[in-house]
């Protein structure tokens, strides 16, 4: 049997199959199964999986339903005592498995461990660094506040906690991940590892890139979790809902945003204002940033907005040095 399950939900994914499942096979803990799920592809993915000969890969096709009923599917055929998912297209540094492993072994009472992130563009290029915050323990409160486990190709989950919070809700994508990590938080211990060991791809069609779908799906898993949780932590609900607004606002920012999408970003903003005034004095500098590039955005044409933007940070870092 395997100790470890790696479950891969793939939907047209020819660009980037073969990196990421080279990014399983390259780990340093070798004692693995790799569950693919095609999941209704209609590319030249199922052909490029066909090139790849390894024993320890399985690969399902069913028609296609979403990444969330994928994982599930590929729950349903793994082995393994611990359980982690990746994105089709995004990869692990080679030493991922056997950190994570490590780091339940040397922590029994953990049943979910994390690793740091760093994003990627679509040539493998290092975008930015994740917010690489380490937290130990009874996660709950700080999850509900931020999903600083960022992305779904992350944990390693022992199979019993999995199996007990049961599958990922296949109603919320493209939330359903944070949904998953606040049910095992409220339950389970989770222990970091403190370094970047998820490449996180962003790209213009990812499913994250959907903002509203993202605020909707965002919102009820906050909904949710604060019905179910206890009345100490019933003060952390406008702060947590002010903080997803500001992560919304900045996607919406991202790159060089249109008209529309500064829009997006200006109400996202507001409501970040409305929910806890407080950030705006916090982080005066940084959305004092932000508040003008949305302003630029919406009355300024492309060409300009980002001059624009270096002199406001610029004006912003004399004052902060006065």
């Known amino acids: ?31 693995v199964q790799l569950i693919i799920i095609n999941d209704g592809s209609t590319d030249s993915t199922l052909s490029i999986l066909s090139t790849l000969k390894d024993p320890r890969i399985q690969v399902f096709s069913y028609p296609n339903a979403g990444v969330a009923a994928s994982r599930n599917r590929g729950i349903a055929q793994a082995k393994g005592e611990y359980i982690s998912f990746l994105d089709a297209d995004d990869l692990w540094t080679a030493d991922k498995l056997e950190a994570q492993f490590k780091a339940l072994q040397d922590n029994p009472q953990a049943a979910v461990a994390y690793s740091w992130t760093d994003y990627i563009d679509e040539h493998n290029q290092f975008l930015c660094p994740g917010s690489h915050i380490t937290m130990n ?4 409160a700080k999850l509900l506040f931020k999903n600083f486990i960022e992305n779904g190709s992350n944990p390693l989950i022992q199979r019993g906690a999995l199996t007990e919070v049961g599958g990922f809700d296949e109603s919320l994508p493209p939330a359903e991940d944070w949904d998953m990590w606040l049910r095992l938080a409220a339950r389970y211990r989770f ?32 909904q949710r979790a604060f019905a179910e949780a206890p009345e100490s932590l019933q003060p952390l609900k406008k702060p947590s809902i002010a903080n997803f607004y500001q992560y919304l606002t900045f996607r919406a920012l991202e790159g060089n945003p249109s008209r529309q999408e500064n829009l997006t970003a200006a109400r996202c903003f507001w409501n970040v204002a409305i929910n806890e005034p407080a950030v705006l004095r916090r982080q005066n500098r940084l959305m004092s940033i932000v508040f003008f590039k949305i302003i630029a955005g919406l009355f300024l044409p492309p060409q300009q907005v980002r001059g624009w933007i270096k002199k406001v940070k610029a004006i912003s870092e004399n004052l902060k040095q006065t």
């Open 1 to 31: 049997m395997p100790l470890i399950s790696v479950i891969i939900p793939v939907f047209n994914g020819e660009k980037t199959i073969k990196q990421t499942v080279n990014s399983v096979f390259s780990q340093s803990f070798t004692d």
């Open 137 to 140: 323990g009874d996660v709950y």
């Open 191 to 222: 222990v970091a590892v403190p370094r970047p060991q998820i490449l996180y791809r962003m790209s213009a069609d990812s499913n994250s890139a959907n903002i509203a779908k993202m605020e909707a799906q965002g919102l009820k898993v906050l």
